[in-house]
Structures are given as C-alpha cells and as structure tokens.
C-alpha cells in the first residue's frame, strides 16, 4: 500500500504543481532566472523531502559545512532509485544531475530537470556526450552545481563500482571543486525488496572538497581512484 501511495503523490504533485511551470516560463522570457532558479529550486527541495518522508525514510545528514559557497560538482556513488530524492532534498545547494538520456524522455520531469540545470548523456554516442559536458562546463562557469554518479549505474548495495573519469573534466575546466559524497542504505527502501517501497535509515556524508585548480596531469588522471577511496573510507 505504501508503494501505491508513493506513486500516487509522485505524479499527482507534479500534476498540481502545473501552474509553476507556466510561472517558471514567464520568469524565464522575462530575464528573471535569478527568482527563476530559486522558484525551482524550493519546489524541487520540497518534492524530494516530501517523498522521502512518505516512503519512511530518516536521512542523517554529516558534513554540511563542507559544502564550498561556489559552484562545484558534487561527487556520489550510486547505491539506488532513492539516491536522487536524499540528493535533491538534503544537499543545502541547487544543483543539476548528469542524467541519462531517458529520463529527457518522461513528461513532466524532463521539464523540471532542465529547469534545475540537469544534463541528459548519452553514453553510445561519444560526439553527443561531448556536447553535454560541454554544457556542464558552461553551467559550472555560470554559477551552478552539478552531481554526477561516477559509477553510472546503481549498485543497489553497499559495494561500489569503478569511478569513470569522464565528468570530472567538466569540474577541471570549470576550475570548481570536487566534492564527494557518501549515500548509504537507499538500496534498502526499493532495491533490496524487489522494488516494493519500506522504510529505512539513510546517511548522507558531504567530505571536504578537492580543488581541480594546479592538479598535474598525473593527479587528474587519478581523481576517480582517489575519490572513490576517500568516500569508501566514510563509510
């Protein structure tokens, strides 16, 4: 029942949130992105905590001093589904994620994420990727934040795949910080019970960021290695 409720208010508030987006449109033909972007942002942030407390999820937040004032990429392994809502609702800055390319697809969402700053890639087509990074660069010079799942699938547990270096060039050509984070026990709300929706314990640890700036090329090559082992050793 849980589950079924979930996915009720899941789309039933994107459904009554319709008139924002008609507002949103408006502020953004009328040169306000700064009211734009704060609009989004609130209503995102208020989703996501919504959906978490009604799936029964508890996050314990650490770390939240780490977070620099500046735009960064925000660096996380991928444990399940739910790691986007703790992401969107607990992370004390507006940022965008690096999605895959279906999820440009599904209606309604599609319109808030790239709203939010989000940028859709596509792994198979290696021209089309480069643009999207590209625009993650632009975005990052103008002030915005990225997350990026290194990984590129979910792991659905506490183990971690090897961290792609691709994204982090978005962060080096920036000149922003690294920030990695660590999630631990979404897989337990959907994943570890067949995609049925049950309560659980959530942690999300923000580690102190790396900067880009003055990293030998040698070091750069390293950043996914290195960042991988500094969110492991939170765990």
Known sequence: MRTIIWFIYFWGYLIAVLPKIHRIKKLTQAGN???RDALVSQAVQKWSRRLL??????VTVQGLE???????????NHQGLFDIPTLLGYLDKPHGLIAKKEADKIPMIRTWMRYLGCIFLDRENARSAMGSLRKGTELLQKGYSITIFPEGTRSRGDQMGEFKNGAFKMAEKAKVPLVPVRISGTYKVMEANHMWIKPAEVTLTILPPIPTAGLSREELKELGATIREKIAAAG
């Open 53 to 58: 407390k009604l799936a029964g999820v508890k």
């Open 66 to 76: 780490n977070i620099p004032k500046g735009a960064c990429v925000f660096v996380s």
């Open 33 to 35: 992105i700064e009211e």
